[in-house]
């Protein structure tokens, strides 16, 4: 199961279809939250079958999509005391007000659960819990009736929901490589990578300088991608309103501006001209895009944050990268994923604190990366290093093997 971002959605789905190609009439129940129900029930349908008794008379694959209650508990990194009064309304909606509606959020999917396991009938012979506050509730009453799970963390550092639930997980596996002394130290730990849709992979330049023209791109010219994830960047966002002038004087630009903060951004479109079906200035904006592996595989910079499944997906590309991590967030695990690209050389990494007052600096930042496809190139190399492109086979591999040493017990 997985839910509360694109980053928890995509790695699990991943999963679920190598497990179907290795288990064609495997029961699959995938639980998510509200918000990313319909996301789901669409990636799902494409790999399987509803659930119902004519796919169980056809003994083809199934895939149950089920809803269940979540919260979020809100809490940011590097703040101190005098920023919950600075920020007050962040503190207010989001530390005061979300913290206690995501408490009941909470309280549902401990109930949900609940239910669903109370009786022995429906409890799944394994879970796979993807990570996030989604995930917690149902791992909390999985170890309650003692089903088995597993739980994959993909950042450099464990989230909360990961950190409560790791001790009773059967196995632990990383997105990251593992320390040779915590390997020892836990042996249920394993590196198998983040996994990724299969359609993550890299393209030749002849597909590129067509991806190019499939989004109505000047195929002669560079292409900048920028995105802030399926939600968005306000301050990434924000950067870019200030140097679009400037950027679209030497490369194209292609802006997912994202669902909660493109409203806010509409005024950008007055840059997205067209001559018929001809795009003749270079420049377009996207709420969200659902083919987000064709538009970054168009391009020859990728703008991104730093979460950990959109680097994989970066990676499995193999595309330049600049890399504008979120320090906020708890653990400040962007942060860290993205200084551990920058040490490898991997990644050019940009304070988000810093553009934001000098927006110019991810301007420079650009433009010396467009005008070197060396550099560019050598980044790339060195980022696919960091892509395990079997991570999904190795986790339905598993997950599988786990199955069969409980049924054996």
């Known amino acids: 199961m997985g839910g509360g971002s694109g980053g928890h959605i995509t790695p699990a789905v991943a999963v679920v279809r190598e497990i179907l190609e290795k288990k064609p009439r495997a029961s699959i129940e995938f639980w998510t939250d509200f918000k990313y129900y319909k996301n789901v029930t ?9 659930w119902g008794e004519s796919a169980r008379r056809k003994k083809v694959p199934y895939i149950r999509v089920r809803r269940i209650p979540a919260g979020k508990f809100h809490r940011y990194a590097n703040w101190h005391f005098k920023d919950y009064f600075t920020h007050f309304d962040i503190t207010l909606k989001d530390l005061i007000i979300g913290n206690i509606l995501g408490f009941f959020g909470f309280l549902g999917g401990i109930i949900t659960a609940f239910c669903r396991f109370l009786h022995r009938a429906s409890r799944p012979d394994i879970i796979f819990l993807k990570g996030g506050y989604v995930c917690l509730p149902v791992g909390l009453i999985a170890k309650l009736f003692r089903i088995p799970y597993i739980i994959h963390e993909s950042d450099a550092v464990f989230g909360l929901a990961n950190r409560l639930l790791m001790k009773k997980a059967k196995k632990v596996a990383f997105g990251m490589p593992i320390p040779e002394e915590m390997q020892e130290k836990h042996p249920n730990f394993v590196w198998t990578g983040i996994p990724v849709g299969q359609e993550f992979k890299p393209v030749s330049m002849t597909k590129q300088l067509s991806l190019k023209k499939a989004f ?3 195929p002669d010219k560079p292409l900048v991608v920028i995105t802030g994830g399926s939600q968005g960047s306000e301050n990434i966002n924000e950067a ?20 909660k903060h493109y409203e806010d951004m509409v005024d950008l479109k007055r840059y997205e001209n067209w001559d018929k079906a001809s795009l003749e200035s270079n420049f377009r904006m996207w709420e969200f895009n659902t083919t987000m592996d064709e538009l970054m ?11 950990a499944t959109t680097i994989a997906e970066l990676a499995s590309l193999k595309k330049a990268t600049i890399l504008i991590p979120f320090a906020r967030l708890p653990g400040a ?3 860290k994923n993205a200084k551990r690209l920058e040490d490898a050389k991997a990644a050019v990494v ?10 110019e600096v991810l301007l420079e930042e650009i433009h010396r990366l467009i005008k070197s496809p060396r550099v ?13 492109s079997d991570a999904a086979k ?7 093997e786990e199955v069969l040493v409980e049924k054996t017990l």
């Open 350 to 359: 940009i304070d988000d604190a810093k553009m934001l007052e000098k927006p």
């Open 297 to 307: 595989g168009a391009a020859d910079l990728v703008v991104s944050r730093a979460g």
């Open 240 to 259: 870019i309103r200030q140097i679009l002038p400037e950027l679209l004087k030497f490369t194209s630009v292609g802006l997912v501006a994202g669902r």
């Open 216 to 218: 109505s791109f000047n």
């Open 376 to 388: 560019r190139a050598d980044m790339a190399d060195q980022l696919a290093e960091e892509a395990r």
């Open 394 to 400: 190795r986790l339905a591999d598993l997950i599988l």
């Open 333 to 335: 695990h962007q942060t």
């Open 42 to 50: 669409k990636l799902t349908t494409e790999i399987g079958v509803a």
